[in-house]
């Protein structure tokens, strides 16, 4: 089903360089073409396997997602919601995926335009969009709207809008709820904010969220996953939406998100 594979890992991460090997061989051995470098990796690549963990995976998935090329994930490091393969099964798992007895899911991601970029310049994030103070003890204030309805004005210490994918992320560690990757809805998350009413608002993927900066008199940024962080100015305008395309994550026929629901939040057992 599979007869080129392309294999990403954690930059500059002596376990994975170790376990890419092990894999590298393993694969070959089945007749199957395996692409060792990331910037190969092109729409005649029939699956990617990211290996580090869930950083890794979303790396990959941001710049690959207009290729259509199906991802799975072998986890090396602690969470791992994304990459959900443990080295100790990922020979006996990724057989079965290469044999095609796997589950499958399609998964979006956010599209971004920052007001002042060009007009086809946009950023991309899996888990979340997050406008967030720099430094400075000092609250940021701005205005949200949903397509053309505004919604309010806010002072906080930052915004997320996050997927479902970035739910169980900095999302979750702000008092925002656990979105089923399986829905299509954007989480809008307020962080620290000065009024208590202010609660997390969970809103078609459809939608496109508008934020305007009212008040940044310095040390504001916005960040995308975690990483391409920008200053952001008084009276710019962020519009989000969800990307065209999705991501298509390949998974063990037993997958289970609720059992890594379970597992990564320690939560109890059957009584």
Not at 110 to 119: T, V
Not at 178 to 206: D, F, K, N, Y
Not at 214 to 228: A, K, L, Q
């Amino acid at each position: 089903m599979f007869s080129t594979v392309g294999i990403v890992i954690k930059p500059n991460d002596p376990p994975s360089e170790k376990t890419a090997k092990e894999l590298y061989q393993h694969i070959e051995s089945k007749g199957i073409h395996v692409i060792k470098e990331r910037n190969k990796i092109d729409s005649g690549t029939d699956l990617i396997i990211a290996i580090g963990g869930d950083g890794t995976l979303l790396n990959t998935a941001r710049s690959v997602v207009d290729k259509n090329i199906p991802m799975v994930g072998i986890n090396l490091g602690r969470l791992g919601f994304l990459a959900d393969i443990k080295v100790d099964d990922m020979k006996s798992a990724l057989d079965q995926v290469l044999a095609g007895v796997f589950t499958q899911e399609k998964r979006f991601l956010l599209s971004c335009e920052i007001d002042g970029d060009s007009a086809d310049k946009h950023y991309l994030a899996f888990n979340d969009v997050v406008i967030h103070r720099k430094e400075r003890l000092r609250m940021i204030e701005f205005d949200v709207f949903i397509d053309d309805s505004f919604i309010n004005t806010q002072r906080a210490d930052g915004l997320i809008i996050a997927t479902p994918t970035g739910s169980t992320a900095y999302s979750l560690s702000s008092g925002g709820p656990i979105m089923h990757p399986g829905i299509e809805a954007i989480g809008i998350v307020s962080i620290c904010p000065h009024t208590m009413s202010h609660r997390p608002l969970i809103v078609p993927s459809s939608k496109e969220i508008t934020v305007k900066i009212r008040d940044v008199e310095e040390g504001v940024n916005i960040s995308f996953d975690g990483h391409d962080s920008f200053h952001l100015k008084s009276d710019q305008t962020i519009k989000i939406k969800q990307h065209i395309n999705f991501v298509n994550l390949l998974h063990p026929e037993d997958y289970d998100y609720f059992q890594i629901l379970r597992n990564k939040l320690h939560w109890g057992g059957k009584f």
